[in-house]
């Protein structure tokens, strides 16, 4: 696990989406929302490059017998300057 200290979306970041959402849909309540609220907790695994997908699948794999599933799309990124390249996906508990 990398990055843990930044686990947690920094509150500002959770009102200003809150807010957002409730601009947004007027009708729900700030319950509601952040019951919806999909990236509060945050973790990042790092992986060297040799077998990433391996890992990466293995990954989800464990997600998934945790009980947690897919939400949304996967995310990409990269920084050359940096030397870094990511994949990112955001997974629920699911209600089974």
């Known amino acids: 696990m990398l990055g843990r200290e930044h686990r ?5 970041s959770v009102r200003r989406k809150l807010a957002g959402e409730l601009a947004d849909f007027p009708d729900s309540s700030a319950e509601e929302v952040l019951a919806g ?3 509060a907790v945050r973790y990042t695994v790092g992986f060297v490059a040799d077998g990433y997908p391996e890992r990466a699948a ?12 897919p939400v949304g799309s996967a ?7 940096r030397g870094w390249s990511a994949a990112g996906a955001t ?5 089974r």
Not at 8 to 12: E, I, R, Y
Not at 75 to 81: A, E
Request: net charge neutral.
């Open 8 to 12: 947690l979306k920094p509150a500002g």
């Open 91 to 95: 997974a629920t508990r699911s209600s």
């Open 37 to 39: 609220l999909t990236d």
């Open 58 to 69: 293995w990954v989800l794999e464990a997600l998934a017998e945790a009980g947690y599933e």
């Open 75 to 81: 995310t990409r990124g990269t920084s050359r300057t």
